[in-house]
């Protein structure tokens, strides 16, 4: 802090330096003047390392703001009646200090008379009750065990007791509701009857005994309210629409432990479940859905096809819903065979429908609604067979083995039908047509096939089934057409015959070749086919040899053997006789269309009639070859064969080709 003198001195310096010393007489310096001392000393002095120095300096400069005569003569005088004042006003608060400390003291001195005295009074009591707090302590000590064994006896009773409520709730009467607050109380039941095992493990035996008889006799209760109540709520899904309760679920999850209820129960759903089925079926038949619609299917028996399909489809549909309750029946139930259970179960349940299914599926197939219909019937009655078998499983052995009783039963009388069709086509052997094409039975054979390779097509049977199938009715009804055919045409000559089985046989292929699995029968047809062609190729060149005057040349030619001579000394074998019939052949070579056997205007396709044509045509130009090479042959002694012969057989192939 600035000390009165530190100001007082900065003062001094201000004063001297702004206002000079005295002129001495000469006008030079003084050395003894008490002021040119002050003035050498305040010249000395450095400032800038003087610190209090500096800050007087800074303190003065607050007040000291007019640097003239009068404010330097008056500074000093300034300066202590600032400091008077500093000092007036430091006395004055020090004083309300010390009024503040007398207070703060004497309340000190009353609070530690009341604490004397209350130490006093302590200290008495302290004697007074030292014994009262002995007891206290020690039945504080006593309270503390008995509350930890009161925590212990409420642990002990937590876990194997029930409370009142959960008594009352599983001791209630049979007929009363099943809630969420039994299950807990069974399953409670269940967990202590688990862990008091753990008691016979330890000195508490005879507790543990009796807790858990309690338990067993408690459960056996218990389990045999809820088998009532489900056996009861069990009866009451007789309608078509059932809804599977979280309570019911719950009641088959708790009856697992006992498989004996577990088993009644399911059975008994199966009885409802049985009945419900059985009458919608009904009621489908005859009544139709609410108000009508869909309309009953007995409404369509008319068209056997949709009639049986509805009638299937309807089982499907109900056999799928029926796995469909029982998986939400048991989807809490975790025992090894629930699959097998719910199969056993929807098949039970189907099991009703089984008797009216069949009597109106055996009427449909006993009437004969025809071959085609009846194959229809069969795959309809094969793929709900597969289907049905794929939801529920072989378990519902009665319904999948009636529909199967069904499915052969109009696969036979299919079959029989066929079979009937080809003895009647036996019985009365239809002739062949003028043109000798395909008669009418064996196009409407063929229709047949048509209709019947059509449905097996679009039919949803599993492929090895249908191509077994296949297999079968292509025996059934191809292997009797053939035999139609040849017998048709035995009294044919060789060319009409030919001619009548391609065609026969190329319908046959026509109408295969648009199915699947047919490939077989399709190579057995075409190597009829092409041995009938080869008879017709043959008929066709000899027929051209014959016309054009070659065939008995030919003939000759491949008859001849070198020990009977040149051929020119056989009879009409000759030079001339070869040149009158080169004439003719040159007739038939400027217009080879015009030698065509009349049946080749009968072949159907246009594309055997071309092969028939072209391969023939071979034929004679090979012919034509062999004539040619014998001609040619010097052995043969024909003079001027080259005038006999005029044409090469290049020549004649490029003519005829």
């Given at each position: 802090?600035?000390?009165?003198a530190?100001v007082?001195?900065a003062a001094?310096?201000v004063?001297?330096?702004a206002?000079?010393?005295?002129?001495?007489g000469?006008g030079?310096?003084?050395t003894?003047?008490?002021l040119?001392r002050?003035?050498?000393k305040?010249?000395?002095?450095?400032l800038d390392s003087?610190?209090?120095?500096l800050?007087a300096?800074?303190?003065?400069?607050?007040?000291?703001?007019?640097?003239?005569?009068?404010?330097?003569r008056?500074?000093?005088?300034?300066?202590?009646?600032?400091?008077?004042?500093?000092n007036?006003?430091?006395?004055?608060?020090?004083?309300?200090?010390?009024?503040?400390?007398?207070?703060?003291?004497?309340?000190?001195?009353?609070?530690?008379?009341c604490c004397?005295?209350?130490t006093s009074?302590?200290?008495?009591a302290k004697?007074?009750?030292?014994?009262?707090?002995?007891k206290t302590?020690?039945?504080?000590?006593?309270?503390?065990?008995?509350e930890?064994r009161?925590?212990?006896?409420?642990?002990f009773l937590?876990?194997?007791?029930l409370?009142a409520?959960?008594?009352?709730?599983?001791?209630g009467?049979?007929?009363?509701?099943?809630t969420?607050?039994?299950f807990?109380?069974l399953?409670k039941?269940?967990?202590?009857?688990n862990?008091?095992?753990?008691?016979l493990?330890?000195?508490?035996?005879?507790?543990?005994?009796?807790?858990?008889?309690?338990m067993?006799?408690l459960q056996?209760?218990?389990?045999?309210?809820?088998y009532?109540?489900?056996q009861?709520?069990c009866?009451?899904?007789?309608?078509e629409?059932c809804?599977?309760s979280?309570a019911?679920?719950?009641a088959?999850?708790?009856?697992?432990d006992?498989?004996?209820?577990?088993?009644?129960?399911?059975?008994?759903?199966?009885?409802?479940?049985r009945?419900?089925?059985v009458?919608g079926?009904i009621?489908?038949?005859?009544?139709?859905?609410?108000?009508?619609?869909?309309?009953p299917i007995?409404m369509?028996?008319h068209d056997?096809l949709?009639?049986?399909?509805d009638?299937l489809?309807?089982l499907?549909q109900?056999?799928?819903?029926?796995?469909e309750?029982?998986e939400a029946?048991?989807?809490?139930v975790?025992?090894?065979?629930?699959?097998?259970?719910?199969q056993?179960i929807?098949?039970?349940?189907?099991?009703?429908?089984?008797?009216p299914?069949k009597?109106?599926?055996?009427q449909v197939i006993?009437?004969?609604?025809?071959a085609?219909?009846l194959?229809?019937?069969s795959?309809l009655?094969?793929?709900y067979h597969?289907?049905i078998s794929g939801?529920?499983?072989?378990c519902?052995a009665t319904?999948l083995?009636t529909?199967?009783e069904?499915?052969v039963?109009?696969?036979?009388?299919?079959?029989?039908?066929?079979g009937?069709h080809?003895?009647?086509?036996?019985?009365k052997?239809?002739l062949p047509?003028?043109?000798?094409?395909?008669?009418?039975?064996l196009?409407?054979?063929?229709?047949?096939?048509?209709?019947?390779?059509s449905?097996?097509d679009s039919?949803?049977?599993p492929?090895d089934a249908?191509?077994a199938d296949?297999v079968q009715?292509?025996?059934?009804?191809?292997?009797?057409?053939?035999?139609?055919?040849?017998?048709s045409?035995?009294?044919?000559?060789t060319a009409?015959m030919?001619?009548y089985m391609v065609?026969s046989?190329h319908l046959?292929?026509?109408?295969?070749a648009?199915?699947?699995?047919t490939?077989?029968r399709?190579?057995?047809?075409?190597?009829?086919?092409e041995?009938?062609?080869?008879?017709?190729?043959?008929?066709?060149?000899?027929?051209?040899?014959?016309?054009?005057?070659?065939s008995?040349i030919?003939?000759?030619?491949q008859?001849?053997?070198?020990?009977?001579?040149?051929?020119?000394?056989?009879?009409?074998?000759?030079?001339g006789?070869?040149k009158a019939?080169m004439?003719?052949?040159?007739?038939?070579?400027s217009?080879?269309?015009?030698?065509?056997?009349?049946q080749?205007?009968?072949i159907?396709s246009?594309?055997?009639?071309?092969?028939?044509?072209?391969?023939?045509?071979?034929?004679?130009?090979?012919?034509?070859?062999?004539?040619?090479?014998?001609?040619?042959?010097?052995?043969?002694?024909?003079?001027e064969?080259?005038?006999i012969?005029q044409?090469?057989?290049?020549?004649?192939?490029?003519?005829?080709?």
């Amino acid at each position: 802090p600035l000390t009165l003198a530190t100001v007082m001195a900065a003062a001094a310096v201000v004063t001297g330096t702004a206002g000079g010393a005295e002129p001495g007489g000469g006008g030079g310096p003084h050395t003894h003047n008490p002021l040119a001392r002050k003035l050498h000393k305040i010249l000395e002095t450095r400032l800038d390392s003087d610190k209090d120095m500096l800050e007087a300096l800074k303190a003065l400069s607050v007040f000291f703001t007019e640097n003239s005569l009068r404010t330097r003569r008056n500074l000093r005088g300034d300066i202590e009646r600032r400091s008077l004042s500093i000092n007036e006003e430091f006395v004055r608060v020090f004083k309300e200090v010390k009024e503040d400390l007398e207070s703060v003291h004497e309340d000190v001195q009353a609070m530690s008379a009341c604490c004397q005295d209350m130490t006093s009074r302590l200290k008495l009591a302290k004697d007074q009750t030292q014994d009262l707090i002995t007891k206290t302590t020690k039945l504080q000590s006593e309270n503390q065990r008995l509350e930890i064994r009161s925590e212990v006896v409420d642990a002990f009773l937590s876990k194997f007791q029930l409370n009142a409520d959960e008594l009352n709730i599983l001791r209630g009467p049979r007929e009363g509701p099943i809630t969420e607050d039994f299950f807990k109380a069974l399953g409670k039941v269940k967990l202590i009857h688990n862990d008091v095992k753990v008691l016979l493990r330890t000195n508490q035996q005879t507790a543990g005994l009796e807790i858990m008889e309690q338990m067993a006799l408690l459960q056996e209760t218990s389990y045999e309210k809820l088998y009532r109540w489900a056996q009861a709520d069990c009866r009451t899904l007789t309608q078509e629409t059932c809804d599977i309760s979280p309570a019911q679920t719950r009641a088959m999850e708790a009856l697992q432990d006992r498989p004996i209820l577990y088993n009644y129960t399911l059975d008994e759903f199966g009885t409802a479940r049985r009945s419900a089925v059985v009458r919608g079926f009904i009621d489908a038949l005859t009544r139709g859905g609410p108000g009508g619609t869909p309309r009953p299917i007995e409404m369509h028996s008319h068209d056997p096809l949709r009639y049986v399909g509805d009638m299937l489809a309807w089982l499907h549909q109900a056999a799928a819903s029926e796995k469909e309750h029982l998986e939400a029946l048991l989807k809490l139930v975790t025992l090894q065979g629930v699959e097998e259970n719910i199969q056993q179960i929807v098949g039970h349940v189907t099991e009703g429908v089984c008797r009216p299914l069949k009597v109106r599926i055996e009427q449909v197939i006993v009437a004969e609604p025809g071959a085609v219909l009846l194959y229809k019937l069969s795959n309809l009655l094969k793929f709900y067979h597969h289907t049905i078998s794929g939801i529920v499983g072989n378990c519902a052995a009665t319904l999948l083995t009636t529909i199967e009783e069904m499915h052969v039963l109009s696969k036979k009388m299919f079959f029989n039908s066929l079979g009937l069709h080809a003895s009647k086509l036996m019985d009365k052997v239809e002739l062949p047509p003028p043109d000798l094409g395909p008669t009418s039975a064996l196009t409407h054979t063929l229709s047949l096939l048509r209709e019947v390779l059509s449905s097996h097509d679009s039919s949803v049977v599993p492929m090895d089934a249908r191509q077994a199938d296949f297999v079968q009715v292509l025996s059934c009804i191809m292997d009797p057409l053939l035999q139609l055919c040849t017998v048709s045409a035995s009294n044919l000559d060789t060319a009409d015959m030919a001619t009548y089985m391609v065609n026969s046989l190329h319908l046959m292929k026509t109408t295969l070749a648009l199915y699947e699995f047919t490939d077989k029968r399709l190579e057995m047809l075409q190597f009829q086919i092409e041995a009938h062609l080869d008879t017709l190729i043959n008929e066709q060149a000899s027929f051209v040899l014959t016309r054009a005057g070659l065939s008995y040349i030919y003939n000759s030619i491949q008859q001849h053997k070198p020990e009977q001579g040149p051929l020119s000394a056989l009879a009409n074998m000759d030079g001339g006789s070869l040149k009158a019939a080169m004439v003719q052949f040159d007739r038939y070579l400027s217009s080879p269309d015009s030698l065509l056997m009349p049946q080749l205007n009968f072949i159907l396709s246009g594309t055997l009639k071309e092969k028939i044509f072209k391969r023939s045509t071979e034929l004679v130009c090979g012919a034509y070859s062999d004539i040619h090479t014998a001609v040619m042959s010097p052995a043969n002694d024909y003079k001027e064969a080259t005038a006999i012969l005029q044409r090469s057989p290049q020549q004649v192939q490029t003519l005829l080709s």
